[in-house]
């Protein structure tokens, strides 16, 4: 139940992070290209890895979760000032999507 309630925190906190903190003018250009896109990659692995390992979801759900925070960042974006959604971003958010749901299920199998 910690566990859980730890893992619930840890993703609303990356939430907040994503939609408050990088709605802040000084999120505009905080990583430069091609860095950006692994930090794509590793954010939304890892929330991947809390809504799967740490609340307990199945990983259909976590997979969905996470695609859908994603997006909803791109958009997001398209009103926030010297933002702009990106399509290679979505991109890099399904491969650390993707990589998490790997690592998961083939961890579960062991």
């Known amino acids: 139940m910690i566990?859980?309630?730890f893992g619930a925190v840890v993703v609303v906190f990356l939430l907040l992070a994503l939609f408050v903190g990088g709605a802040q003018p000084q999120a505009v250009g905080l990583f430069e290209p091609p860095m950006d896109k692994v930090v794509h990659s590793f954010y939304y692995a890892f929330i991947t890895q809390c809504l799967g390992r740490l609340i307990g979801l199945?990983?259909?759900l976590s997979i969905f979760l996470a695609l859908s925070i994603s997006i909803a960042d791109e958009v997001h974006q398209l009103y926030l000032p010297g933002r702009?959604?990106?399509i290679l971003d979505l991109i890099a958010d399904g491969f650390g999507i993707t990589l998490s749901a790997l690592i998961i299920r083939l961890s579960s199998r062991v």
Do not use: G, Q, T
């Open 58 to 60: 199945r990983l259909s």
């Open 3 to 5: 566990i859980k309630v």
């Open 84 to 86: 702009s959604a990106d």
